[in-house]
């Protein structure tokens, strides 16, 4: 470390300009990451937060809850698999609502399920809606934001149906929309997929189980209905598999690009450092000590500028506007902190291979 430290005091510019190219890759990095996680929340977050481990769908809904429609009658018998330990019906549809008293209409996502069941809605305020009730809902407290209120009513724009505001949740949005959650007889009445059903009917079943328990579940369904994961649930919400994949091939590239431009950078400058190398190694300085003080000198740099980012991401979500999808966790930052520290001294290793061929004899001759 006594030459890294040297060299970085001795080269201030050099090195700061290499700095801040890395505090600006960081940067991005932590930015896309956050903006990839925010927008799956915005588009997910419902599912995401479901105690569920698997749905049972319809054949041929092509796994989106909008499309399948099946009889309660399975709930029962799904919930008497030994292999299960514990199941709810869930009803889904898409609708505006347009608040009693105002011309304001808000798309949302309406829940239906048991407000005694597992996927019953967490209440932060109010209270939750009442199973035998007409006309109660919980809302997302993003409606709260932009001035729903409790006691507010509001009107079904398909079905004409008016509902009250009971009580607010969170973190409870689907395909970008907020999620209103009532009970399975109030959906089964505006819902216009139900009306030439002769029967009680719901969009799917949450199951909880193990995944060992998957096949035996599996083979016990009937042909009509197949056993689907939360993850391949997520995957079917309409625009979330392509939404997230482009975002984290753009974190892949940035991770690319960050190697590579390090490594040149690293490289560049061994090339220049040639003739002292050669004269270290002929004053008894092994490859093995050179190594390491390369290595010493990409990881304090790399560790300062990862801090940098990280100070200037959190920063920069202060200014950020209102209402933007942004959530960075504590959890996801480290681990992209070491990916990139990892990057940077996998940029390092040309350079090292550069040092280890470095002659002494041939060096010391240029130099004279």
């Known amino acids: 470390m006594f030459l890294a430290i040297r060299e970085l005091k001795h080269s201030k510019l050099r090195y700061l300009l290499i700095g801040l190219i890395m505090v600006l890759v960081a940067l991005l990095v932590f930015i896309i990451s956050g903006l990839a996680n925010g927008l799956s929340s915005d588009n997910a977050s419902s599912i995401q937060n479901m105690k569920a481990d698997y749905f049972v769908m319809k054949h041929d809904s092509k796994n989106k809850l909008n499309r399948s429609i099946i009889s309660m009658e399975k709930l029962d018998e799904?919930?008497?698999?030994?292999?299960?330990?514990a199941a709810e019906g869930l009803g889904q549809m898409m609708t505006t609502l347009n608040k009693i008293g105002s011309t304001e209409k808000t798309d949302v996502t309406i829940f239906a399920t048991n407000a005694n069941g597992i996927l019953a809605p967490k209440v932060i305020e109010g209270r939750n809606y009442d199973n035998k009730k007409q006309g109660e809902v919980v809302a997302d407290r993003s409606l709260k934001e932009v001035g729903y209120k409790l006691g507010d009513s509001l009107k079904d724009d398909l079905s004409g149906k008016v509902?009250?505001?009971?009580?607010f949740t969170e973190k409870q949005s689907y395909s970008h929309s907020?999620?209103?959650y009532m009970n399975v007889k109030g959906w089964q009445e505006i819902n216009p997929a139900l009306k030439n059903q002769g029967e009680d009917s719901i969009s799917t079943i949450a199951v909880q189980m193990d995944s060992k328990a998957e096949e035996n579940v599996r083979?016990?369904?009937?042909?009509?209905v197949t056993l689907i994961s939360k993850d391949e649930s997520l995957q079917s919400i309409p625009g979330f598999k392509e939404e997230q994949g482009t975002l984290t091939m753009m974190i892949a590239f940035l991770f690319v690009i960050a190697a590579f431009v390090l490594a040149v950078f690293f490289y560049v400058i061994t090339l220049q450092k040639t003739n002292q190398f050669g004269v270290l190694k002929a004053l008894g300085a092994n490859t093995g000590y050179l190594a390491k003080s390369i290595i010493g000198q990409v990881m304090l740099l790399a560790v300062t500028c990862i801090a940098i980012s990280v100070a200037l991401t959190y920063g920069v979500t202060l200014i950020m506007p209102e209402g933007m999808p942004f959530v960075l966790s504590t959890d996801l930052v480290i681990k992209y902190s070491v990916l990139l520290l990892v990057v940077s001294l996998l940029g390092s290793l040309l350079s090292l291979y550069r040092v280890?061929?470095?002659?002494?004899?041939?060096a010391i001759g240029r130099v004279s």
């Open 78 to 85: 799904i919930r008497a698999s030994s292999d299960v330990k």
């Open 163 to 167: 509902f009250t505001i009971v009580g």
């Open 178 to 180: 907020p999620v209103v």
């Open 219 to 224: 083979e016990s369904l009937p042909e009509d």
């Open 356 to 362: 280890a061929k470095i002659d002494a004899i041939e």
